[in-house]
């Protein structure tokens, strides 16, 4: 590992001016659960490293009824899975919090990190997209709000610019009579990382039953994780029965072309992204509420 | 040699389960393992290691690292002197020192990716790292061969040339180092009386042992000539004899001081740092420390073995076995010395069968020189034997149990070998799983099933060392040459404590360097409480001996009249003919050490079972261990929680090896997953609660009727899943690691 300088401002002002002095040789760290394996296992240019736990806004929970949630974007998994609003309002994130690597990593790793690491296996982001999150981000030019579909561009690669850090993660007040789940296939019960995962988001009418509006996100099966516009598309108009699950489930499966790898083969991969769309599905509607 | 069995009326501690005398500092963190020896002026040691799975090596080119500012040393193998082309037995394995040289730093040949091939020494871990780099090593890139069965048909990916199968007569490259065979009866006859055989081929992938503390010694070549080396290490002495080998130097002049050992399993008894740390020493006259990372120890040392295992299995419609026949082709790796003898031995040891045979093959492939696993060689051939015994025992329609019982092998049994068992108690354990009630309740739900095996392993005894100084305060210290690797240093001191029917609080036990004991044998083959235990009880009776005597001029009685019962001295002549042991301690004219040097050459085996409970998830393929019990004759547990913390990690192991571990490769022999995410190890929530039951039944050659239990537990957990996921889904595996998508190959989901 090379020798690198930390720094830990208290501002993100000071982080912008830090990335922007430092052009492309600084590195974010939040709960390093990413950062630090990578600056001891890869040949990294990282000259200096920037702990953002010390910046406030990055450790904040907040919700209200107009704006919906933040969850700044260091705020580790442990502390969200002990949010009451959360709970209460957006159970498919405790779902992903949850099970991100085991308890000693729950208590470092946060869904910013997650998101910035920009891996297809990110469970955070998996759960971030059902739920139709954006990213708020800060750089020398100012703010900018992206939808985390929207942020991602091959495996580690991402939107933001040299300048720029994430702040927190948003995410629209939940519609009455909706329900998401969020879940994965690994081989161990925990510290692993997934071979597929499905996060799933439901709004359904509540009179006819019907599906007025879905997200699912697709997780370890491409590039990066990808909303499956096919499925969500299907889904609206009809009622979340088995049949339309069945029906989400095959088109999930047919959307997608993975790769094999040493965590999984492809046609293990396909078979999985079926079963655990129709799994997601179910866990979304029982949660309608 | 005092051969009779210590009373149990002086059991007092032994058969108790006092706290590990090693606990405190281990769970508080002060414990020092190897990796936590610093020196004063120490260098940080590095090994450049090969990325070729084979290739011979043109030239090395060390000029550009030596230069490096903060690199101090390069050593390559031109630096060590020619071994001696002499085989050894040394722990379980045999070693070939020239091999070992060659295994140590490569010398003509790189035969596996991690293969080392030189060796840095710098001033910090980061500039040693680097410096690497600098290195220069010119390949002739060669095809490897991954493959147990390519490698004994090839005659073009040959490893090393002047390779010829040992016992054959024919003087052809080969990469078969060795062919095992055994013949009892007549095979052909006891087939032709069948009425039923089945015969299977099993695959198993290369585990690694994947102890906690990575490999790590720290070397100070002093200028009077003395080498003193710590090393994180099963066997000191081991250790001190392999790099004497490899250095071509003294034995008197190595001192090897054996480290806190973050688990071993079989693998730390070849060197791969000791020696490259002590010539960087050597050659920069400052200690230096090598420190493996964990990548290197995945690539870079010694995994049990894969294999591929025929087992053919004939029985009468009355449950009798009739015959049966393996052929086990075990990978060694890159040179000779895979377990094959011992998983032959295993394949068949828990059953009588009257007509078999074995062939063993020793096989060479560009994969790291596997290293003892726990039982080696036997959880693989268990993995092949006892699926066809529970599929022999389905096709006639007999409850497993009943018919392992008819089989079962027992005292006297002749093996397929020659050898004849001694006292075992296979069909005690098949009684006791019959009547457990884990194995009579219902299963619980779908794709639910239960499966057992059972499993046998011949142990070892070997030498041991003991001494105990007695205090003037009335304790003593006991020290030995054993590295405890398993809270051995309690256990030993249990034995000790009863023999000198003193409390155990009074025995202070630890384990020494190889300059301040004489010879002890590694701590491998599940003999350390056993053996080791033995030569504690033979010091304590001198110790005893001894003080008698003293007691004896203090009295002035014969020696023939003194007894010592409840720690107390009498005699029947004389009078004020009482005193204790620790008021006797304090009158000594001189100094009494009490010594056992011990060769156990009588020793027995240990058998075991597991029961377990499986769910499988037919949408995934996943298995999920739902309830496990195992059982095992321990002859005497000396400590019954150490025996079942024995018991659960052997389990917990064989779970690992059923379900999540394995070396993956490409096909240039690149390693996949050399990292502890992609091979997979369980975790605490992949175990259930294992329900450990200890039967005694005692081996009288030891002084408590001990057994070693070290090692059995590991072999019968794979093949009772295997049984399980059978009874589960339907279909039954044939190889391991049992991963999802095996499963959901097997039941035809997806597709290769
Ligand atoms: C043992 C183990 C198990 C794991 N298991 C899982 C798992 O089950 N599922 C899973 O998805 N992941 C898993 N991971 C990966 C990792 O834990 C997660 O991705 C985690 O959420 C990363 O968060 P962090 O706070 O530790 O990120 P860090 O390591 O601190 O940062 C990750 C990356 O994001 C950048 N970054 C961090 N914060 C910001 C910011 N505010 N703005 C811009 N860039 C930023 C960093 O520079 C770095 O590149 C595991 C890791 C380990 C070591």
Redesign the interface.
């Known amino acids: ?3 690198f300088t930390y720094v830990s401002p208290s501002s993100i002002g000071e982080v912008v001016g830090l990335l922007s002095e430092n052009e492309g040789c600084a590195a974010l760290l939040a709960g390093g659960t990413d950062l630090l394996v990578q600056l001891r296992n890869t040949n990294s240019d990282v000259d200096v490293v920037i702990d953002v736990k010390k910046i406030s806004q990055l450790n904040d929970i907040s919700y209200d009824v107009d704006n919906g949630l933040s969850v700044g974007a260091a705020v580790p998994c442990s502390q969200i899975y002990q949010s009451d609003i959360i709970l209460e309002k957006y159970p498919i994130i405790i779902d992903a919090a949850s099970i991100i690597g ?1 308890k000693a990593i729950q208590n470092r790793a946060s869904f910013g990190g997650n998101v910035c690491n920009s891996s297809p296996s990110g469970d955070a982001i998996g759960a971030m997209m059902a739920l139709g999150a954006t990213c708020e981000i800060v750089g020398s030019n100012g703010v900018r709000t992206v939808p985390i579909n929207e942020f991602f561009i091959a495996p580690g690669k991402n939107i933001l610019m040299t300048d720029e850090i994430l702040v927190a993660l948003k995410v629209p007040p939940p519609k009455q009579y909706s329900g998401s789940g969020y879940i994965r ?1 690994t ?7 997934a ?1 597929a995962g499905v996060g799933s988001y439901l709004e359904v009418d509540r009179k006819s039953d019907q599906i007025l509006s879905a997200r699912i996100a697709l997780v370890a099966v491409a590039p990066t994780p990808v909303l499956s516009t096919s499925v969500a598309q299907m889904l609206i108009g009809n009622t979340p029965i088995e049949n339309t699950i069945q029906m989400a489930a095959s088109l999930a499966q047919e959307s997608i072309s993975p790769i094999t790898d ?4 492809a ?2 991969r ?3 992204i079926g ?1 655990l769309t129709k799994r997601s599905l179910n866990l979304a509607v029982s949660r309608v509420k | 040699m005092n051969n009779s069995m210590v009373s149990m009326d002086k059991h007092r501690s032994v058969g108790t389960r006092p706290e590990r005398i090693d606990a405190k500092e281990k769970v508080t963190g002060s414990a020092l393992f190897g990796t936590d020896i610093m020196m004063p002026g120490m260098l940080h040691g590095r090994i450049l290691r090969s990325p070729h799975a084979h290739a011979r090596i043109i030239s090395i080119n060390t000029a550009n690292a030596e230069s490096m500012s903060g690199v101090f040393a390069v050593v390559t193998a031109n630096d060590l002197p020619e071994a001696d082309d002499m085989k050894e037995k040394l722990g379980e394995s045999t070693i070939n020192y020239k091999f070992l040289r060659d295994n140590n730093l490569a010398s003509d040949k790189v035969l596996y990716v991690g293969h080392a091939v030189a060796a840095l020494a710098a001033e910090t871990p980061d500039i040693a790292e680097n410096a690497l780099e600098l290195i220069e090593v010119e390949y002739e890139i060669l095809d490897p061969v991954l493959d147990v069965r390519e490698s004994m048909s090839t005659e073009l990916k040959i490893l090393h040339e002047q390779l010829r199968t040992l016992g054959s007569t024919n003087d052809k490259s080969t990469n078969v180092a060795q062919h095992i065979h055994h013949v009892k009866g007549d095979p052909s006859l006891g087939f032709d009386e069948a009425d039923v055989i089945i015969e299977r081929e099993f695959i198993t992938a290369p585990v690694h042992q994947s102890y906690l503390e990575p490999h790590a010694a720290t070397a100070t070549w002093g200028k009077d000539g003395n080498l003193t080396i710590y090393a994180s290490t099963q066997g000191a002495f081991v250790t001190r004899r392999q790099v004497s080998q490899l250095l071509q130097y003294p034995m008197s002049k190595i001192k090897v001081i054996p480290t806190e050992v973050g688990g071993a399993f079989g693998g730390k008894n070849p060197t791969y740092v000791e020696v490259p740390a002590s010539l960087l020493s050597y050659k920069t006259a400052k200690p230096v420390r090598v420190v493996m990372s964990r990548e290197e120890v995945i690539l870079g040392t010694g995994p049990g073995s894969g294999t591929s295992i025929k087992v053919k299995m004939g029985a009468k419609k009355s449950g009798k076995i009739t015959a049966a026949q393996a052929e086990l082709c075990y990978e060694a790796g890159a040179y000779p010395g895979s377990p094959v003898d011992p998983g032959s031995m295993a394949i068949f040891a828990a059953y009588d069968i009257p007509n078999g045979q074995i062939d063993g093959y020793d096989v060479l492939v560009n994969k790291p020189r596997v290293a003892a696993y726990r039982a080696p060689g036997a959880p693989q051939a268990a993995f092949a034997c006892e699926q066809v015994i529970d599929e022999l025992a389905s096709s006639i329609a007999m409850d497993g149990i009943e018919f392992r019982m008819m089989n079962a092998a027992s005292e006297g049994t002749e093996r397929i070998n020659g050898k004849l068992h001694k006292s075992i108690a296979i069909k005690e354990i098949l009684g006791i799983i019959d009547d457990h009630p884990h194995y009579n309740e219902p299963i619980q739900g779908p794709y639910q099933g239960r499966g057992v095996a059972i499993g046998f392993w011949d142990n070892w005894g070997a030498r041991s060392s003991v001494d105990i100084n007695v205090n003037s305060d009335g304790t003593v210290n006991l020290i030995s040459g054993s590295v405890d690797l398993t809270g051995s240093r309690t256990t030993v001191a249990m034995q000790a404590a009863d023999v000198l029917e003193i409390p155990l609080e009074k025995v202070k036990s630890s384990m020494v360097d190889t300059d301040s004991i004489s010879y002890a044998d590694t701590s491998a083959g599940s003999r350390t409480t056993m053996a080791t235990g033995k030569a504690a009880v033979e010091a304590a009776y001198d110790v005893i001996g001894k003080l008698k005597l003293e007691i004896a001029s203090l009295w002035n009685v014969s020696i023939d009249s003194i007894r010592y019962a409840n720690g107390v001295f009498s005699s029947n002549k004389g009078k004020d003919t009482n005193m204790t042991f620790q008021e006797l301690a304090g009158k000594l004219s001189g100094q009494v050490t009490g010594h056992g040097n011990v060769n156990v050459e009588d020793w027995a085996g240990a058998g075991g079972g597991t029961i377990v409970d499986v769910e499988v998830d037919p949408d995934t393929g996943q298995i999920k261990i739902l309830k496990c019990t195992v059982i095992q004759n321990a002859g005497k547990a000396i400590h019954p929680g150490q025996v079942e913390g024995q018991m659960q990690g052997g389990v917990v192991q064989g779970i690992g090896w059923a379900l999540y571990e394995g070396y993956e490769y490409d096909k240039n022999g690149k390693v996949l997953n050399a990292n502890l995410l992609d091979y997979k190890l369980p975790t605490a929530l992949d175990v259930p609660n294992i329900d450990a039951v200890i039967i005694e039944k005692p081996f009288p050659s030891n002084p408590y009727g001990a057994r070693g239990v070290g090692e059995t537990p590991i072999i019968s957990p794979a093949p009772a899943i295997a049984n399980a996921v059978q009874k589960a889904l339907g279909v039954r595996l044939h190889r391991l690691p049992m991963t999802p998508s095996r499963i959901l190959e097997e039941i035809g989901i997806t597709s290769e």
């Open positions: 590992m090379k020798d085991g296939f081989p161990r019960a925990e510290m692993d990382i071979v040493v965590r999984g083969t046609a293990q396909k078979h999985l079963v």
